[in-house]
C-alpha cells in the first residue's frame, strides 16, 4: 500500500502525471491547564493521470490520529 501524503516528490523522480488533493483537519480540547486531548483527520486522493508500469495508481487514503499531551 503506498502512503499519497508522501507522493508531493513524484515530478522529481519521474514524468508520470497525478493529481493530488489533501484535506486535514485537526481539533484539541484542553481539560487542564497542562492535559490536552486532540483529534486529526487527513484525507488524501491521489488521481494517476497516465497509468505507467504499475497499472492505475488511483487512491484515496483516510487517515484519523489521537493523542494525549501533557506538559510538565
Request: proline share 3%; charged share 20%.
Amino acid at each position: 500500500m503506498y502512503n499519497f501524503a508522501y507522493m508531493n516528490i513524484l515530478p522529481e523522480l519521474s514524468d508520470l502525471e497525478y493529481e493530488i488533493f489533501d484535506l486535514s483537519l485537526a481539533l484539541g480540547y484542553k481539560i487542564r491547564e497542562n492535559l490536552k486531548l486532540g483529534l486529526g483527520y487527513l484525507f488524501s486522493m491521489v488521481a494517476d493521470k497516465k497509468p505507467y508500469v504499475y497499472f492505475d495508481q488511483d487512491g484515496k487514503l483516510h487517515t484519523v490520529s489521537a493523542s494525549i499531551t501533557y506538559n510538565f
